[in-house]
């Protein structure tokens, strides 16, 4: 095994490792080549969490996409014919991009690239910063071999941003919001270079011609941020908060608001079963100020689908009927707690745990997500076999339910620490041992 593989695997958890595995066996069947690549080699490579795995694929992706969602589960939550990406949900709430290996060709800023299948090399000297643009060999052939055409790695090391070529901006003008993301999440440095890029790209006014979507997606990017507020306020700054909506400047951009949502975001374990809380809340969040008019003009911005609409502005609708259950006196034990809140989904939690004034509610998500959702994954896959249970088996899913049940019932809880004994004190008169009178 190669240092990165080891690197790669330390730095997954087992659903995320579990998620690779899958990739590399339905790959070799279907005899494409397939890289860990983009954000997820940058995260490892840089020390950081990783949080969605990207997948570069020299063949049809999306045809793998498709196959491996039949084999494994995985539920597709969108596809993009023209990229020929998919992104997908798997087991364990780990989220996955699948997309080809390609070359992008745009007539204009702002316009539909054409795309040409190409080699890694090739795909990774098109991306945007040369911190995206390494990838990792996941084929039987030359796995662990790092592939760095950029030089990324250096840039990783150094702590700087630098795009892969003089056009970045103007092929794809979102890349000056990225920009500002990167620059805030990991307190790089703007190359000198990629800086007067930048700063010419603002004077041609490159930021107006991005699209709905691309607003959308970057907006749900930043809504998943440890420091959104800050990346909100700095755009502010820089005055490209205003592509958005010119509704969010000034008062009506709730930065306190926003850095008390990520707290509570934190509580929720990513990629790890728990499924993620998405872009609702943040909206919710940063909408609270805006009126009824101002929404709607930033839904027609962002070009947002129904369903995407419905999951922002039914959250406070679903996220009550939640709630109503959580107060039910009948939620006694752990294990209750837990079954009512097992399969809720994360945007629900989150939003309960900012907007909720009932303490039991409060109480019993914190709960669910710091002690009884931990202690449910303990019961491992190994134990239930052993209990006498076959996995795929209705069985088997029942004696797990009874497993985690037991466990979380008969919890114990820490011991307190023990009490020091008092120290007498001497008897009067006399000094205590290793004392000088005059010192005293």
């Given at each position: 095994m190669s240092d990165y593989m080891?690197?790669?695997?330390?730095?997954?958890?087992?659903?995320?490792?579990?998620?690779?595995?899958?990739?590399?066996?339905?790959?070799?069947?279907?005899?494409?080549?397939?890289?860990?690549?983009?954000?997820?080699?940058?995260?490892?490579?840089?020390?950081?969490?990783?949080?969605?795995?990207?997948?570069?694929?020299?063949?049809?992706?999306?045809?793998?996409?498709?196959?491996?969602?039949d084999r494994s589960g995985a539920r597709i939550l969108d596809m993009d014919e023209n990229r020929r990406t998919a992104d997908l949900i798997f087991p364990g709430a780990v989220t996955v991009e699948i997309g080809m290996s390609r070359l992008e060709k745009y007539g204009r800023t702002g316009s539909?690239?054409?795309?040409?299948?190409a080699f890694i090399?090739?795909?990774?000297?098109?991306?945007?910063?040369?911190?995206?643009?390494?990838?990792?060999?996941?084929?039987?052939?030359?796995?662990?071999?790092?592939?760095?055409?950029?030089?990324g790695l250096a840039d990783l090391t150094n702590r700087e941003l630098r795009t892969t070529n003089s056009y970045s901006f103007y092929?794809?003008?979102?890349?000056?919001?990225?920009?500002?993301?990167?620059?805030?999440?990991?307190?790089?440095?703007?190359?000198?270079?990629?800086?007067r890029q930048y700063e010419n790209a603002r004077e041609s006014g490159l930021e107006?011609?991005?699209?709905?979507?691309?607003?959308?997606?970057?907006?749900?990017?930043?809504?998943?941020?440890?420091?959104?507020?800050?990346?909100?306020?700095?755009?502010?700054?820089?005055g490209l908060l205003s592509i958005f909506s010119t509704a969010l400047s000034g008062p009506k951009?709730?930065?306190p608001s926003i850095a008390k949502l990520e707290k509570l975001r934190r509580l929720l374990p990513g990629g790890n079963g728990i499924r993620p809380a998405g872009i609702g809340p943040f909206l919710?969040?940063?909408?609270?100020?805006?009126?009824?008019?101002?929404?709607?003009?930033?839904?027609?911005?962002?070009?947002?689908?129904r369903q995407e609409v419905e999951s922002w502005q039914k959250l406070e609708a679903r996220a009550k009927k939640l709630e109503h259950a959580l107060k039910s006196p009948r939620l006694r034990l752990p294990s209750q707690i837990y079954q009512a809140l097992v399969k809720s989904p994360g945007d629900e939690l989150l939003f309960l745990l900012y907007r909720s004034q009932q303490r039991t509610v409060q109480d019993r998500i914190r709960n669910y997500l710091q002690k009884y959702y931990p202690a449910a994954q303990e019961v491992s896959d190994a134990e239930v076999e052993k209990a006498g249970a076959k996995p795929g088996t209705s069985k088997y899913v029942k004696l797990k339910e009874q497993l985690i049940t037991t466990r979380l019932n008969t919890r114990k809880k820490p011991a307190p620490p023990p009490l020091e004994e008092p120290v007498a004190p001497p008897p009067a008169g006399r000094m205590p041992p290793g004392r000088d009178r005059k010192a005293s």
């Open positions: 080891f690197m790669l695997e330390s730095h997954l958890n087992g659903d995320q490792n579990r998620v690779v595995a899958e990739l590399q066996a339905a790959a070799t069947s279907a005899s494409v080549n397939l890289f860990l690549a983009g954000g997820a080699m940058r995260d490892m490579l840089g020390g950081f969490p990783i949080r969605d795995l990207d997948f570069a694929v020299e063949g049809n992706a999306l045809k793998l996409a498709k196959s491996i969602a539909k690239p054409q795309i040409t299948p090399q090739d795909d990774l000297r098109r991306r945007d910063f040369t911190i995206n643009a390494i990838a990792l060999s996941l084929n039987r052939g030359s796995r662990g071999l790092l592939i760095d055409p950029t030089n092929d794809d003008a979102v890349r000056l919001l990225r920009l500002i993301r990167f620059r805030v999440r990991f307190g790089f440095n703007v190359e000198e270079r990629t800086q107006k011609l991005i699209t709905g979507r691309a607003l959308y997606e970057e907006l749900r990017n930043i809504a998943e941020e440890p420091n959104a507020g800050e990346i909100m306020k700095e755009l502010e700054n820089t951009l709730t930065v919710v969040v940063l909408t609270e100020k805006m009126t009824s008019k101002e929404r709607a003009d930033l839904i027609r911005t962002l070009d947002m689908r």
